[in-house]
């Protein structure tokens, strides 16, 4: 239930241009985002979704074989536009031991902007809470937004949804 929350929020902007449309799911987990996408749309899209966990990757490949699963990095795709909408959910949700979060943020939305033609959509856990989890990382909304309006002067922040978590 609270992911079909937060995959409304991710969509909400383009509700109505995504039918026909090609998708791509950063850390697609094993593919719960396809199917709020095949109940909301209702009609054909194209799908791919990249995880770098391949247990999850083969269970997605099982649930979906009609769409397309990859384990892989984001940073392997090298073609710009490739896809009309990027959407993230949960991927920057846990701290990292190999490097800052927010460079790692700021490269992974650079990358998914230079993917895209049409739109990117990414949620975040707040640090306007009352508590933090040591495994947990819990992200600036001034920082992300101030990021994403490096790369584009069209951005929406969302964050009326969900207790402590917000989209852009």
């Not at 039918?19 to 950063?26: A, E, L």
């Not at 791919?48 to 384990?71: C, M, S, T, Y």
């Amino acid at each position: 239930e609270n992911n079909h929350v937060r995959f409304k929020a991710l969509t909400n902007l383009w509700k109505d241009d995504l039918t026909g449309s090609s998708i791509f799911d950063f850390g697609c987990g094993m593919g719960d985002f396809c199917t709020f996408l095949k109940n909301e749309i209702k009609s054909p899209f194209s799908f791919n979704g990249l995880d770098i966990n391949a247990k999850l990757i083969d269970e997605a490949k099982n649930r979906f074989p009609e769409f397309n699963f990859v384990e892989g990095d984001i940073f392997d795709y090298d073609v710009e536009n490739e896809f009309e909408f990027t959407f993230s959910s949960g991927v920057f949700n846990h701290k990292l031991n190999f490097t800052d979060e927010y460079e790692f943020i700021y490269k992974c939305l650079q990358q998914m902007f230079y993917m895209s033609s049409k739109g990117v959509a990414v949620n975040f856990l707040s640090d306007k809470v009352d508590y933090f989890t040591e495994y947990n990382f819990n992200a600036n909304p001034s920082q992300i937004l101030e990021f994403s309006y490096s790369l584009t002067s069209n951005v929406v922040l969302l964050n009326n949804y969900m207790p402590f978590e917000f989209t852009v």
